[in-house]
């Protein structure tokens, strides 16, 4: 298993940045597809992106493709999502996530077994 917690979270005005954390405890951080997820308010949790275990790949949601930037760093158990250029749709909980479904870089919520419990992020305009 693998504990998660974000933070990082806050209000920003548009097109400022933010960067969210996320710090995992427990077994083998580096054996998983990390990935970042947010929910609006009446919303679906919707993907953002993701990133695979040691390679670096990544895959982000066409929203926020080139704006947003996802890293990890495994020897300090770390996922990162640099937003830039926020927007007020960008406000939501944002969670991270992480998936033992390695052979592939998932966007689907039920491909993550493992959720941290978010963070707020509120874009003004």
């Known amino acids: 298993q693998v504990q998660l917690v974000e933070s990082g979270g806050g209000l920003v005005q548009a097109g400022g940045s933010l960067r969210l954390s996320c710090a995992a405890s427990g077994r083998a951080f580096s054996s998983y597809v990390m990935g970042w997820f947010r929910q609006a308010p009446g919303k679906e949790r919707e993907f953002v992106g993701a990133i695979s275990r040691n390679d670096g790949g990544t895959l982000y949601a066409d929203s926020v493709k080139g704006r947003f930037t996802i890293s990890r760093d495994n020897a300090k158990n770390t996922v990162y999502l640099q937003m830039n250029s926020l927007k007020p749709e960008d406000t939501a909980v944002y969670y991270c996530?992480?998936?033992?479904?390695?052979?592939?870089?998932?966007?689907?919520?039920?491909?993550?077994?493992?959720w941290g419990q978010g963070t707020q992020v509120t874009v003004s305009s």
């Open positions: 996530a992480a998936s033992p479904v390695t052979f592939r870089l998932g966007a689907r919520p039920s491909e993550y077994a493992y």
